[in-house]
């Protein structure tokens, strides 16, 4: 008696086939037939069936034998399966599929939570964690991953829409937030490298730009990559045809930052009969008082709505805010104030120093420090000295904490708190891009030069955080990081035991806190996983620098 084996492949899905069969002779012929399909049956079980049948003459000797059964130290398996398991309930491993290349992209998806790094490091923490047996994956490489990023790039849109009916499953959200973000480049052979508006100020630095578009819980919907001198209106247009088109969205609202949503937007947004939420600038706060639709004494800490023409003006003033930009006026003119007592005793301790070049330079720094509106140097015999000018600082400073949001949307479809909740939300966004650029999940250092393959690794983050945000949720309660939760799951290690040909991983106990972990995640960790013996490896090996 025996266990037979047979897998076949149908539609890019691997199915393995496992019989009890036996053979006897008829009429001195060797035949087969089978006793049982035990296909239904868990790897563990069949594992255990393998090691009865080898040693069904002697099982208990086998079991007392020390030499025939020893057990050795095994890879690490709370992060791997924990993190699966939440993959599977957020339905991104069904949205990837059964294939080699999508098991390979999961793999960098947990691996950027376990220990974010490049494809080669992915490949060198898949020896120390149960990637393999987990994930179900055969062998694989570097050069493995960098084509399982070509295959994700390449099914991006399609797992994007996967994931949404699956999210929502008919419930389709009726607002959207969007936001965008620069990343800096180390090098400058991405082809999506560009100069633009740094937001991570780093000088002389390439960048790139993305657009992530969440629903208005913060969750993740999709992301895309742009060059990196790309403003953010261009990047507005194509979030619109990606709700209307690929997600089937009516009626919807989108929410973007002051200045994101503009003329040629809005007429967009008309077209899909969407509706919008935006705040406004500094400039046009301005011409808004100036042409009488919005008033001063409107601002105060309560909310107040004003209509004009179709569109709602919800005005506020907060306090704090406005103590934080006096706070930081002030402040700037006492650094000014300080830079102008350094020239001044630096041209009393060298005559020959010039007044001309100390001015220019104590004027650089008004300038680079925004405060040249009413901020002025005078000299007077060597002597330089600061003069503000009250009346122009005045002026600057009366729309400080003051701001307003604008939106199109009818009243009876939201109030006027709905809509400025709904624009604060849009902290949620900029905590998603602080995330993913940390260390958490490390979007950047980018190691990939191709446009594909930069989209394919902004995508992985992205699905990342969706599985850290529930990590961070869930453990809210327990009062630890994500980081922290995942080295503590990474220390539960399994034992590898040996029974002749035959081995399995086994699943210790975890100590206190990771029960809390697994707990709160609604995982259970099993007994045992099979062991597949595939030991990985890179393709390249480690530059060690020495010195000489």
């Not at 009876?412 to 809509?419: L, V």
């Not at 029974?499 to 029960?515: H, K, V, W």
């Amino acid at each position: 008696m025996y266990v037979d084996v047979s897998k076949s492949i149908q539609y890019g899905k691997t199915y393995t086939r496992y019989l009890l069969r036996e053979s006897y002779r008829d009429n001195g012929k060797v035949k087969q037939r089978t006793i049982a399909n035990i296909s239904h049956c868990s790897p563990e079980e069949i594992q255990a069936i393998r090691l009865a049948l080898k040693y069904k003459g002697n099982i208990s000797d086998v079991l007392r034998d020390g030499d025939e059964i020893h057990s050795s130290q095994g890879h690490s398996v709370g992060a791997v399966y924990s993190l699966f398991k939440v993959a599977q309930e957020f339905g991104i491993a069904k949205a990837l599929g059964n294939t080699e290349e999508a098991k390979r992209s999961l793999w960098m998806i947990l691996a950027r939570i376990i220990e974010p790094g490049s494809r080669m490091a992915n490949v060198r923490l898949a020896q120390r964690h149960s990637a393999i047996d987990i994930l179900g994956m055969e062998n694989f490489n570097e050069d493995d991953l960098y084509d399982a990023m070509d295959w994700i790039e390449s099914n991006q849109r399609s797992i994007e829409k996967r994931l949404f009916s699956s999210r929502y499953k008919g419930k389709i959200p009726s607002l959207y937030l969007y936001d965008v973000t620069s990343s800096y480049l180390e090098g400058e052979k991405n082809e999506y490298a560009e100069f633009g508006y740094n937001r991570d100020k780093k000088r002389g630095k390439m960048q790139i730009v993305i657009g992530l578009l969440t629903d208005d819980d913060g969750w993740p919907v999709s992301i895309e990559v742009f060059r990196g001198n790309t403003s953010d209106v261009k990047t507005f247009t194509s979030q619109i045809k990606k709700l209307a088109d690929d997600f089937g969205c009516e009626s919807v609202t989108m929410v973007g930052d002051r200045g994101m949503i503009k003329t040629e937007q809005i007429a967009d947004l008309s077209e899909e009969r969407f509706y919008y939420i935006t705040a406004t600038t500094k400039a046009q706060m301005e011409t808004l008082l100036k042409e009488k639709i919005i008033q001063m004494e409107l601002f105060t800490e309560k909310l107040c709505e004003i209509e004009n023409n179709g569109i709602r003006y919800i005005l506020r003033r907060n306090p704090v805010r406005a103590k934080e930009i006096e706070d930081n006026r002030n402040g700037k003119v006492e650094k000014i104030r300080k830079i102008t007592d350094e020239r001044n005793m630096y041209l009393s301790e060298h005559p020959k120093a010039g007044v001309s070049t100390a001015i220019a330079a104590v004027n650089e720094r008004i300038k680079k420090l925004k405060v040249s509106g009413f901020t002025y140097i005078d000299a007077t015999d060597r002597v330089l000295t600061v003069r503000i000018d009250e009346k122009a600082m005045k002026e600057e400073s009366y729309l400080d904490g003051c701001y307003v949001i604008r939106s199109n949307l009818p009243v009876d479809q939201g109030s006027t708190e709905i809509i400025h909740q709904r624009y604060k939300d849009l902290s949620n966004v900029e905590w998603a891009f602080r995330t993913m650029k940390s260390d958490t999940i490390e979007l950047r250092p980018v190691h990939v030069r191709k446009k594909s393959r930069t989209r394919a690794h902004v995508f992985i983050a992205m699905l990342s955080y969706v599985i850290e945000k529930h990590l961070r949720e869930k453990w809210m309660d327990i009062n630890i990081t994500v980081e922290e939760g995942i080295h503590e799951l990474s220390s539960i290690n399994c034992i590898s035991v040996h029974a002749g040909t035959t081995s399995y991983n086994q699943i210790p106990e975890p100590r206190d806190l990771g029960s809390k972990l697994l707990k709160a995640l609604s995982v259970t960790l099993p007994k045992a996983i099979t062991s597949s013996d595939i030991c990985v490896s890179t393709r390249k090996k480690l530059e060690l620098k020495r010195k000489k």
